[in-house]
């Protein structure tokens, strides 16, 4: 069955980066996109972006522009989402969900914190 | 960029009730709509894929209709098990989604 296991909860200081993985399993993880979605403490689902995991083509949600970077490893078939020059607002759980359409399989999701 | 209007924001019903949830979006994205329940904690679940159609696995109170900007998410009877916060999303310009703002759904 398809799978999709994100890396554990981060706390940073603001200013810096993370980096969050979600590592695929049960299919071929070329063959799908990965979008990421994020959700703050009490809050709605925001998409942050998508990567095709075919060809590293990426598609990220405008407010985000210049603070994310989503990779992929093939070899591993896991996602990685970077955010950079974090702020207290980025605190949010953080999912990757197998995508093109509709999104059937989510990650456990990542809790991020952001505190000083 | 395509907005959606997603309401109630909350809603309260009963045991039994028939509960419906609309969305609208901003622009024509003909049936390329989802519907997600969340619960506390957890990660969306996929209950309604291209407007009208039930997930796999999704019992058959629950129903979606709609196409061109009004969309609307049915539970026929609702169940205990039913609370939780439901989402629409669409994806008329993939790879692009947007989110509906969600609609909380409580007993009463």
């Known amino acids: 069955q398809v799978q999709l296991v994100q890396s554990g909860a981060e706390v940073k200081k603001p200013g810096a980066s993370v980096k969050v993985s979600c590592k695929a399993s049960?299919?071929?993880?070329?063959?799908?996109?990965i979008s990421w979605v994020r959700q703050a403490p009490g809050q709605g689902l925001e998409w942050m972006g998508w990567?095709?995991?075919?060809?590293?083509?990426?598609n990220y949600a405008q407010k985000l522009q210049g603070r994310v970077t989503m990779t992929t490893d093939t070899s591993t078939s896991t996602a990685y989402m970077e955010l950079r020059s974090l702020r207290s607002d980025d605190t949010a759980v953080y999912y990757c969900?197998?995508?093109?359409?509709?999104?059937?399989?989510w990650g456990q999701g990542t809790l991020v914190t952001v505190s000083s | 960029d395509i907005q959606m209007t997603q309401s109630p924001s909350s809603l309260s019903a009963s045991v039994g009730d028939r509960v419906t949830i609309t969305c609208q979006a901003s622009?024509?994205?003909?049936?390329?709509l989802n519907w997600y329940q969340q619960k506390p904690g957890k990660a969306p679940k996929l209950l309604i894929y291209?407007?009208?159609n039930l997930e796999t696995g999704v019992p058959s109170r629950f129903s979606g209709s709609g196409s061109g900007t009004d969309f609307t998410f049915t539970i026929s009877s609702l169940q205990p098990e039913d609370i939780a916060t439901y989402y629409c999303q669409q994806y008329d310009n993939l790879p692009l989604y947007t989110f509906g703002q969600g609609t909380k759904l409580e007993i009463k």
């Open positions: 291209d407007a009208s």
């Open positions: 622009q024509d994205i003909s049936n390329y």
């Open positions: 990567i095709s995991a075919y060809n590293g083509n990426t």
């Open positions: 969900a197998r995508a093109t359409g509709a999104a059937r399989d």
């Open positions: 049960g299919y071929t993880f070329t063959s799908y996109g």
